[in-house]
């Protein structure tokens, strides 16, 4: 077990809002950012005697930690600062400055030295405690906090931030607090049940910052199509998956193999034209529609959409080969054997229901022997084993979805400090902010680190 330190009430502090404390530095939440941030904060102040208080309204820290990774927390990818940038896209540049600070090499390295062994997950390159509880990574954190000589007070809910001066007046379900400096870092509306609420978007709204609408990402897509549904259970190891625009036409890959043969050589963050996002993992059809990294990684452009209507998925099931080359495959089998069927021919690596499927959605029979197929039906086979088009009705939403997408737009904050730049001694870190990467780690690497970060500038 945790242990977890009492709240203010225990501590004797008068009900009512009538007592008013005076602290250094606040930090609001305590998740990945707001823990480590406010152990941080009162280390590098310790011989200053800064006072420093992390606030939290569950009644546990690290609550989202908890359930992360199945209870198992993947803490960071095993990767070095860059790959961490390559997961955000777009608004990777944002993390130069908190990765120099903290990276995943250091983030390892600390969690080690702080009693926490790690390994890395073979086949995915995730990196877990050594006991595989999450339950372990919240203890070192609580642990950090207790020795830097910061206050942890849990189950007390913020109700208001007003600037008080140059700093803040922060009124809690108890008591009036008074900071120079405020941290916040509670998160976006990701498993709302863990607390994350999307409280601190009215907070940071008042004080005149933009809000880009959240939205669920990294979160299992819903299908009403029949076909998906019914191959339930099932699950591709290896399967490249994009987003298009419902009307768009999928890319050709007939040109070089060197353009198609995998996303990962292209450079990255570069996109076949009329591709809106694409990642490569395992895909799981369920009863409700796809899940499986492949799926999560590219949820967040079909959640970002008008609606989930004016997107398609295409799927390459066999993305180590072209449309070109899979064709040739497949003829040069029928010629060796054409008294067989066709769907014999599939390379079986794909489970049978998979290919039914697909034979299904083609138009092609089943039954029909390889010596039967002409040119255009044995390239309409390859085509949708390359390209098979899934509709997709929305998602299983911020209940069920691992970050939030949106937030705090990026531009607002300054990078190199995770201060505000609209207002003085104001800083924010973590899942508040518009900033969501790739399943694996990366978003919990941004929250150590902006976290970090924010610590080392107050």
């Known amino acids: 077990m945790v242990e977890q330190p009492t709240n203010a009430a225990q501590h004797g502090a008068p009900e009512g809002g009538d007592q008013v404390e005076h602290y250094d530095v606040i930090v609001i939440g305590a998740g990945a950012a707001g823990l480590l941030a406010a152990a941080r904060s009162a280390e590098l102040g310790g011989e200053r005697g800064r006072r420093v208080l992390c606030i939290e309204k569950n009644r546990k820290a690290g609550v989202k930690i908890l359930i992360s990774g199945g209870t198992r927390c993947n803490l960071t990818h095993d990767c070095d600062r860059r790959g961490i940038l390559e997961a955000f896209g777009s608004a990777g540049p ?30 995915t390159g995730k990196i877990f405690p050594a006991s595989d509880r999450a339950l372990d990574v919240v203890r070192v954190l609580v642990e950090m906090v207790r020795r830097s000589g ?34 916040v870092a509670v998160g976006g509306r990701s498993y709302p049940g863990c607390g994350t609420t999307g409280d601190g978007y009215a907070w940071l709204e008042r004080f005149g910052h933009t809000i880009r609408r959240p939205r ?50 292209r450079r990255p963050g570069a996109l076949p034209p009329g591709v809106l996002i694409e990642r490569r993992g395992a895909l799981l059809f369920t009863h409700f529609g796809l899940s499986g990294p492949a799926a999560l990684d590219v949820s967040r452009a079909v959640t970002g959409a008008a609606s989930p209507q004016a997107v398609r998925l295409v799927a390459d099931f066999l993305p180590q080969s072209t ?54 039906d044995r390239r309409k086979l390859a085509e949708v084993l390359k390209g098979a ?70």
């Open 216 to 265: 669920p990402a990294l979160v299992p897509l819903t299908s009403s199509e029949p076909w998906i549904r019914d191959l339930s259970g099932i699950a591709i190891p290896d399967t490249l998956l994009r987003v298009m625009p419902r009307d768009g036409v999928a890319p050709s890959d007939t040109a070089t193999s060197s353009q198609t043969v995998s996303a990962k050589r």
């Open 94 to 123: 944002f993390l130069h400055s908190p990765l120099a600070a903290l990276g995943p090499r250091e983030l390892v390295a600390m969690f080690n030295e702080a009693g926490l062994p790690t390994y890395v997950e073979p086949d």
């Open 150 to 183: 910061a206050e942890l007070s849990l189950g007390e809910g913020v109700i208001s931030i007003e600037r008080d001066g140059e700093g803040f007046s922060v009124v809690t379900e108890r008591r009036t607090l008074r900071a120079a400096k405020l941290l």
């Open 389 to 458: 088009t899934l509709l997709v009705s929305g998602s299983r939403g911020f209940e069920k979805a691992e970050v939030t997408a949106g937030g705090v737009v990026l531009d607002e904050v300054d990078s190199r400090t995770m201060e505000s730049k609209l207002v003085p001694n104001l800083y924010l870190a973590g899942e508040i902010l518009d900033l969501d990467g790739y399943i694996g780690g990366y978003n919990f690497q941004a929250a150590f680190s902006t976290g970090y970060l924010a610590a080392e500038s107050m």
């Open 323 to 376: 449309v070109a080359e899979l064709d040739e495959q497949l003829r040069a089998a029928a010629a060796a054997d054409g008294r067989k069927q066709m769907i014999a021919l599939v390379p079986d690596t794909l489970p049978r229901r998979l290919v039914e499927a697909l034979f299904s959605q083609a138009g092609l029979p089943i039954e029909r022997r390889a010596a039967e197929f002409g040119n255009i």
